[in-house]
């Protein structure tokens, strides 16, 4: 089984610790430059997008794809809570905008970090109240939401996609963290779980 990806990455750092919890081995294949253009950099995906999975002769895209084969191939015994047994209208939501806010701080460094693009230019500004405006709406909303997750459980979905997103937030500064105290001790909480640990950010050596 190979995980294609960065070690810096938000989305792949999700598929990371799926494995790392359910002990699936892996290797991990680097992706070190974000602006070529060959699907074959990553992993075969059009897309250009990662994580990618492959396993026996096989291309798997998508986070959320990779983390339910990765729990399906260690016929684990560990409960998980997917996306589809959230309770309610108020924590779909909020796992939709864990999602939406991934993907705005990729964008965010793609185009002003990668790109060297002006971060006043209006797709960038609305990018950034989008994901000010969602950081918010989940600091309002996590403690209630977190209360009414399945129970017992050994990891989710929205707690591992939320600590990824955190701590992406601290690894690429792109907007302050400090109005979000709820989301930052959310984190801190889970910081001491080996899997967390040993998937840490860090840019990949070439």
Aim: aromatic share 8%; charged share 20%; hydrophobic share 45%.
């Amino acid at each position: 089984m190979e995980i294609v990806g960065r070690r810096s990455s938000v989305f792949t750092r999700v598929a990371l610790i799926f494995a790392e919890t359910f002990d699936v081995p892996y290797t991990f294949v680097a992706i070190h430059d974000m602006k070529e253009l060959d699907p074959s950099i990553y992993a075969g995906n059009p897309s250009l997008k990662m994580p990618a999975l492959r396993r026996n002769g096989s291309l798997l895209l998508g986070t959320l794809n990779i983390c339910r084969a990765i729990a399906e191939t260690a016929q684990a015994q560990q409960r998980v809570v997917w996306p589809e047994e959230l309770p309610d209208d108020e924590s779909r939501s909020a796992q939709e905008l864990i999602w939406h806010c991934m993907s705005a701080q990729v964008q965010m460094v793609m185009g002003t970090v990668l790109g060297k693009l002006p971060a006043d230019n209006v797709f960038f500004t609305k990018t950034i109240a989008g994901l000010t405006g969602s950081l918010r709406w989940l600091e309002e909303h996590l403690a209630p939401v977190v209360q009414r997750l399945p129970a017992p459980r050994d990891l989710s979905v929205f707690e591992v996609s939320l600590l990824c997103l955190v701590e992406h937030l601290e690894f690429r500064p792109t907007v302050p963290l400090t109005p979000y105290p709820g989301l930052l001790n959310f984190a801190r909480s889970l910081a001491a779980v080996p899997a967390i640990q040993r998937t840490a950010y860090r840019f990949d050596a070439r």
